[in-house]
């Protein structure tokens, strides 16, 4: 088997191997590390004698990696003895109980006592099995970086005493939001990076859809999960047509909706049923959002006064500038720039997003909606100093030479 093969096993089996370890061991950091050096073993080995059951092997090593490892503590001797006599296979891969453990995963690794690069860095790699390189590279920053914050949230959850469990259910639903905004954060980096010389990250993003699946099919009756797998499947949806064949983003208004993923939209959109069943929350709103658009076969054609009321709801429910803008951009699209624009000045009157090139970039769009081209320049000009994604800022530069 070729490390590209190793690495495919590890992607699928990784969540449930290191929940598995976890529960076994009662230890999150030493299941990971067991875990990755399961996986290093499984590179040298598996090329000379490929195992029948790869899944199986990597749990295997796995656990007598672990077992090495309580054993070398001196002060967990009894522990030792306990782990040593337990049976091999059984418990570990029960599959009453496998679902459960992924799920708990999930909620340790997302534990509030993380901030939230680690929270995204550990989820990245102990749910979603990437190694340091690739999420260095989804996330461009050095793989030191990484590292240190992956050791740093594993030190953190131990000294916490953080218990390898599903919260009580009272605690979950509140917990299960910070789980849902690690997976959402993964999502908007991949869908728009915030730097670098690329408009997408489609690994990160596609990572974060899939764990929006897993936990859907986790937590089936929980309808924000449905949202937020909705809002990701419809914005991911335009992926193919966003940008060009050299990497230049393409605005909504020039993409070609034959290039879009409807398997993705119809997906995205059999989510959102489920997630509309009790009531849209903040997720659901911005997938119904997303929905508007996808159904639509133009920009001209959106039912636009349908997004307003849905940004309306939006702002209700979790109030934010990033959403009082984006209903800005609707509201120029229903009703014209000008009462746009005052919602815009009224953003920038309680400087509600100081340093973002976002507030710039929509007010001189609306400028140069008006007419008033000079201060539309202007404000272009300012939105692609204060932007640091290279190719957002390339579009802006050019957007704003053409009122000169």
Not at 74 to 102: F, G, M, S
Not at 269 to 277: D, F, Q, T
Not at 290 to 306: C, I, L, Y
Not at 355 to 372: A, C, D, N, Y
Request: with cysteine; hydrophobic share 45%; net charge neutral.
């Amino acid at each position: 088997m070729s490390a590209a093969e190793v690495e495919a096993v590890w992607r699928i089996e990784s969540a449930r191997i290191v929940a598995a370890l976890t529960r076994f061991t009662g230890d999150f950091g030493l299941a990971e590390d067991a875990a990755q050096e399961a996986v290093a073993e499984a590179l040298v080995a598996w090329p000379r004698t490929p195992p029948t059951d790869p899944a199986g092997w990597l749990m295997a090593t796995a656990r007598r990696r672990a077992i090495d490892a309580i054993r070398r503590r001196t002060a967990l001797k009894d522990r030792y003895a306990v782990l040593a006599a337990d049976p091999v296979v059984d418990e570990d891969l029960d599959p009453d109980r496998i679902d459960d453990d992924i799920l708990a995963l999930m909620f340790v690794s997302c534990h509030p006592v993380l901030s939230r690069e680690a929270r995204v860095a550990l989820t990245l790699r102990v749910v979603g099995g990437l190694s340091t390189e690739q999420i260095a590279r989804a996330f461009l920053v050095p793989v030191p970086t990484v590292q240190a914050r992956i050791t740093r949230a594993k030190k953190t959850i131990t000294a916490a005493g953080v218990p390898f469990e599903l919260p009580p259910a009272d605690e979950r639903r509140e917990r299960l939001g910070g789980v849902l905004s690690v997976v959402y954060v993964i999502f908007t980096e991949g869908s728009t990076a915030t730097s670098g010389d690329q408009l997408l990250r489609p690994d990160a993003a596609y990572e974060a859809i899939r764990l929006a699946r897993t936990l859907a099919a986790l937590q089936p009756d929980e309808p924000e999960v449905h949202g937020l797998l909705a809002l990701c499947e419809l914005t991911a949806a335009r992926f193919p047509a966003r940008t060009g064949p050299d990497g230049t983003p393409i605005l909504l208004a020039d993409q070609d909706r034959q290039r879009w993923d409807f398997s993705a939209v119809h997906r995205g959109l059999a989510a959102l049923a489920k997630a509309s069943v009790r009531g849209l929350g903040p997720y659901g709103l911005q997938a119904a959002i997303a929905a508007v658009h996808a159904s639509a076969p133009s920009v001209g054609a959106t039912d636009w006064d349908r997004i307003v009321v849905l940004y309306e709801a939006l702002g209700r429910v979790a109030s934010s500038p990033v959403v009082e803008l984006n209903r800005a951009v609707a509201v120029a699209m229903a009703s014209g720039p000008a009462q746009a624009l005052a919602i815009v000045d009224e953003l920038i009157a309680s400087d509600r997003l100081p340093g973002s090139h976002l507030v710039p970039t929509v007010r001189g769009e609306l400028l140069t909606r008006l007419g008033r081209r000079p201060e539309a320049r202007a404000e272009l000009e300012l939105a692609a100093r204060l932007c640091t994604n290279q190719r957002e800022r390339s579009v802006l530069l050019r957007k704003a030479a053409a009122l000169d």
